[in-house]
């Protein structure tokens, strides 16, 4: 009688105390976000001997949105402009995601990939990224026709194509589940999952679902909302986000003998993203897409999923972007049609001419990416944003690919402004 009257007790504890939020934690480092950037950051704090740390993530498990919903290519670092955070990081995090998968026993293919140029007009673009890809000092050849033949058979360009070794394919999943266990193993940190950031409360402690936290210095990894948390804390105001929603097909699986490996296109320099490509996942499934079609919500997976009152924003700020930017207006016109099952089939025939549209299935695979805009220019961010705001926090914006490759070289950049500071204060 006893027991029950105390278990009563508790749930009606434990829903009060959600709802008014008197819970009082405090930590030394507050993580938002348990995709892969806010794990890594909290297992690179973790080797560097920090403590008490809490990783606040608002769904019931790993991998929700886009560490769990993306392509699992380990980029190798060929298209980013030699002085950008993406170059940096997705060389270094590339060779580090490679020894994790090693270490961990995580699905990993190092099969390599082709970039490909559907026209002579494309042959330039692709030059272009040769150059680049050796002024990064990323291993790529330009090969021949005959040589794109040994590789990839099934894939075709004009005349010249990229090899990349160093590009291989794991399993994110895996890397998410290694990475927890690893962090839960130590005792030092602790996921909260199904408890969200609600808002800054004051210096140095902010209202969660579960209650209040005080923290020594906050880092904001929340992936699609992280630029709503950061104002919070008024950090990059000048931005505002798009997102983007990126929709596969599937080859049947009598057809994946058509792909070895991953075959891309020669992508539009002005996006961000890559274009429509064929992708070997580790367990033999090829993936076609992703597309990059404005959708209307953070979380918009399905049709009318996650609509509301910011659904407007986005709609303004579609409309602003495709008056005012034409990289922004060519893509939004192509990648509308590209949900046409015919034009997609069309898109991704010009890399393997022999696709026919019964090799084609739909697929369920969807992913967001939320795109800054410099709104005050009107222009897409290309490059990840770190901000570093006086009350110990730390904001990771614009986390898109390949944010996941990148992921470890950037928790130890982050790191380093963490705790640099730190060892400043200490003297
Ligand atoms: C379609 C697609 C394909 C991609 N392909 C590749 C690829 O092949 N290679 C590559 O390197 N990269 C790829 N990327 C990019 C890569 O997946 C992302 O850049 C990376 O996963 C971002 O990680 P994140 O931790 O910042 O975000 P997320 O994975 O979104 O994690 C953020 C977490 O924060 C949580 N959160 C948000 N708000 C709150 C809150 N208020 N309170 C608590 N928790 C909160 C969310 O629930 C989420 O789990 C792709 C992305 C997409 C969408």
Redesign the pocket.
Known sequence: MKRSIYLIYTRFARKRTRRVGVMKKSCDFLV???????LAITNELLLRGCNNIIV????KSLG????????????AGIYYTPDSLKARYCIEGNRLMRDFCRENGVAISECGKVIVADSEEKLEGLQALQQRAQRNGVESYLIDEKELAEIEPHAATFEKAIYSPATSVFDPMGVLEALSSRIKKTGKASVLFD???VRKKNDRVVFTSAGEIGYGKLIN??????DV?ARQFEVGLRYRAIPFM?SYRELTKKSTYLVRGNIYPVPDPRMPFLGVHFTRSTSGRVFIG?TAVPVLGRESYGFLEDLGLESFRFLYRNASMFVSDSGFRVNALSEVKKHLGSHFYSEARKLVPGLLPRHLVSSAKT???SQLVDWKEKKLVMDYVVCKEEEDTIH?LN?????????MSFAKHVADILLEEEAHQAQ
């Open positions: 938002v976000g348990g995709g892969i950037v806010g606040l993530e608002k769904e929700a949105h886009s560490s769990g919903r993306n392509s699992g290519v380990l980029h408890t969200a950031f990894a929340a992936g699609l909302h992280a948390v990126g992703p992913g967001i990416r990771v986390a898109i690919s390949p944010a996941f490759t990148s992921s």
